[in-house]
């Protein structure tokens, strides 16, 4: 009998109806009988197969569902508890309900019994630890983990709170809810699942089974980050990377990067909630039919656009629809910020306020995603974070054994560069940034022990210097850990050295004077003045050198210019240190504007070369009214406020210009302000404070902010006092100094932000004063003496000592109105002496020459008060004249005018008498 | 994983022997994938069993890379091992069952019979050498949990193929595991 011959039979056969069959073997087989007796049989076997669903399910179904039954255990004993009755099969065993037994009365727990197939010893390590964690899980919306222990037989327990409850569609059906009931009911799921992310506890497995709803409507989540607990296995070194995290999870509730294999973040999360709410809202899964087979399933989950929850009930159209598709988004990123946002958006939708989800269109970068999203929280952040961290280790780990220096190094770079870059200009980005730099250190410190090419020589500088940056480059975000920056500096100006001897290409160049110009911003902003310059000087010399090799390189341009501007500042930066030569500032200034001017009729539309013009004209106006030039600087300034509110107005996420438009706002401020036009500079001055109180609120770590809203504070408090608002004025002198008290306790090394607490000190001084507080306005000024005439030990730091003569002017004043002419002159004459060798150091500095005629017109009044007139009328006399050489340079600002005016008519008063 | 693709080049590459290291280690994976799979819960146990085989491949992105040509026979193997794993797996099982002394009385959930995965395997041991191509139908729809449609492109046949395969298969197991495998 022919088996081709057989199965050709039994094809057709089969397809034929049952009472065709017969006529059909008895023609197709005629004599062969034992042929026809197979066929028989066979389909009778069919018939029976198809009765029983025989090999319907595949073995590996088969015993899992065997492997259900277990021992049962009740009765027994765990921990302090009686196992009294089996309530579950859960995917680590099975699961009862158990009694203490030493208790009076019976209050219920969960033990959940761990089974013993195939449980490694790896996986009970690892569970030890992360019970602890989950212990501390403590959330009215979370069944507890009470504790957990090992039996006699070395088996893991767990004992949980015990929920009575049921799954959350059902209770919606049973008590028949609306959508609005839904809806605070899956809000309540979010406040738990968001007290977990903001614990670092990812669940990995939200789904209904793993939701209960009491009976009095409260839902509990069960299992909080057990599917971890299961799912690492430490023994492996791949596992962090591939995170098997699908194992024990229910396919349909899965996230995409979870059926990939991909990490699992807070993220995911968001997605299984999404699901659930998707279920509990329609009672339909987003992806269809529950029953397609399995592969189905997952690549709808990858690629398939769920259906709007308003093609099953119509009535969700609009805002639910937009909610519930933002929280199922293919891309981690585009889904919401954190569990927390989701649930805001729920409650927006429920108050009738506008969604966050409506009318996004799908936006597939990261640099976007970062400009839509104007809130993360933080702990989530840290997540993903230390998701990468993790990333960093276990590849280096393996690269080490393995030799693969490429992939770290290409894995280092991106998540150094890109993913550093996404988050730069987000808010509240300051602690993500933080664990970035940790977890870069370590790799750099590393990978820089074996670079042997030019090409990794120069990742390395770029590194470095990125690294330095976001610890505690002023000029940038950054975390306030100048000591921290200024060594990384060093690291790269050093490998910068090194990466010259072997390469000179542009490419090398630019990382050079990436790092010298780096390592100048730490020198500045720690306060060594004279080793700035040169760091500065070198990098500016390679950006030219590569300007005459390609004059075209925009990007080399805008470093140039931003280069002579940070030299500039150091010259003569007008509000900073400086070398005090405000007459070479000027000229880097103006030398900058002229690069970033041709710049800009090159790239007319390019934002970062907008960026780099204001910056310079706003600093370049501020030169200028310090060498007196009030037209230029007021029309620099202008032009330098209107491109900031272009740009701010184009991209109105970037909290860099945030920062530019408070800077530019509270700058021209100032300048009303100095122009006695204290009405419209409050104004501009509030509004600057607004923005950086916000910028600071959303990421209170953030260093550059803080320091903004202190100096703001101040200038807002002096324009109150012009306008009359004495006291309120004082209110903002105290905030001022609040924070530039914090700001400098976090960040001891940064002599600016210790300066920046002496300032804020003698303005409020001030500010007593006008208020009648003298002797509250003493006290101030002599702590901001205590703090800012320290600094006559290192002369070359004109601007500091400055603010020193300037609070002697203040304790002067302030002893005046307690009636101690003695001490007021004491302090008045040294004061004088500080701003007459300032400004004849620097005679064209108009800052100066004004704190010289203002010290002396104290001195005189101080002198008056003593009763030596002729000494009063003398110096009188020399105030007038420096006011009088400033009016002839046009550098007489409103308030110095007033002044003026106010010693003339002193003196005329001191006239002796005929 | 890193070493599973080198053995898969080389075996690409014409290395017969890499066969054998990649099965070798492709094998413990497999073992410690079952030992995750087998303790699934029950209302899921159905998609948990099938993400099994799923993520054996998911787990070997070096697959994409690979000659497509080879993919097919790299999937048997993946399949033959399975197959290896989850008789002795029932195997084991048995022996725990006639031992009450180790699991004590083994109350089973729900009252639907099961096929008997060791009476599967033996009778499919018979099949192959009546009708190769079927087994492999059976093996890989039945130990691999693969579903028609990917079974027709592992093995380069038609979908209407595979089914009646399918059906002839399910037929003469169930004649020849008659009366006592059940």
Redesign the interface.
Known sequence: MS?DRL?EL??QV?QLAREEREQFLISACGHESALMEELR??????A??TD?K??Q????????????????AIGETVGNYRLVELIG?????SVYRAVRIDAEFEMSVAVKLM?A??L?ADIIAHFRVERQILASLEHPNIARLLDGGTRADGLPYLIMEYVEGIAPGEYCRRHNLSIDQRLILFRQICSAVHYAHQNMVIHRDLKP?NILITSDGTPKLLDFGIAKV??R?PGRA?AAL?E?G???M???YSSPEQV??EPVTTASDIYSLGVVLYELLTEHSPYGDTDR???QI?AAICDEEPLRPSSWVPRLKGDVDNIVLRALRKAPLERYASVDQFSEDILRCHDGRPVHARGHAPLYLAAKFVRRNRVIVAAAALLLCSMIGGLIEVTLA?ARA?RRFNQVRQLAHSVLFDYADAIDRLPGSTPVRARLVKDALTYLDNLSKEADTPQLRREIVDAYVRVSNVQGNEYQNNLGDTAGAMSSAGKAASAAEELLKVDRTPPALASAADAFSTYGDLFYSSGNLSAAGPAYQRAIGLRQKIAAQSPQNIENSLALSSSLRHLGDLYGGVGLQNLGKTAESLAYYQNAKTIVAAASEQFPGNTEVAKERYETLLSLSSAEIGMGKHEEAARDLGDALTQVQKVSAAEPGDTNVKVELANAESRYGQMLLDDRDAGRAIQHLALAAGVLEKLGEADPGNAVYRRGQSIVEAQWAAALRGAGQTSAGVTHNELSLRLAVALSHDAPASAQYRTDVGIAERKLSEALLAAGDAAGALHQAEQAGLILCQSEQHPTDPYTLANCGRSLVSAGNAHLAMHDADRAVIAYRKAEEIASQRSQADPQNAIFRSDWARSQAALAGGLAALGDSRAARDLYQQALNNWSILRQAKSLTGQDAHRSDDSALALAKLAPKP | ??SVTKWLELWRDGDAEAMDRVAALVYQDLR????????????????????????VY??LPSLKSIDWKGKPHFISVVTKM??RI?VD??RA?KAAKRDPAM????????EHK??D?LA?DQALERMTE??PRCAQV?EL?????M?FQ?IAEILNLSLATVE?DW??S??????SM?GSHR
């Open positions: 088996e199965r039994f094809d089969s049989e066979l389909l009778a076997a069919d029976v197969a029983e025989f090999l399910h595949s073995a590996i179904h088969i015993q899992a569902v065997e492997g259900q039954s277990g021992e049962s099969q859960g995917g680590m065993g089974s197939v195939f490694s089974a299961l799912s296995d791949d591939t098997p699908m194992l024990k229910t396919v349909r990939r294999g087979p399995l592969h997952m393996r393995e | 994983m890193e410690r994938l079952a030992a995750y799979h087998l303790r699934s819960e029950s209302d899921a146990g159905n998609l948990q069993a099938t993400a099994l085989v799923h993520e998911l787990k399975m197959r989850l797996h029932a099982r699991l004590g009385e083994i109350p089973m959930i729900g099961q096929v995965t599967v009546h009708h059976v729809r039945f130990f691999g949990d579903d990917e009646r059906r002839f399910r037929a003469w197991l169930r004649k008659a």
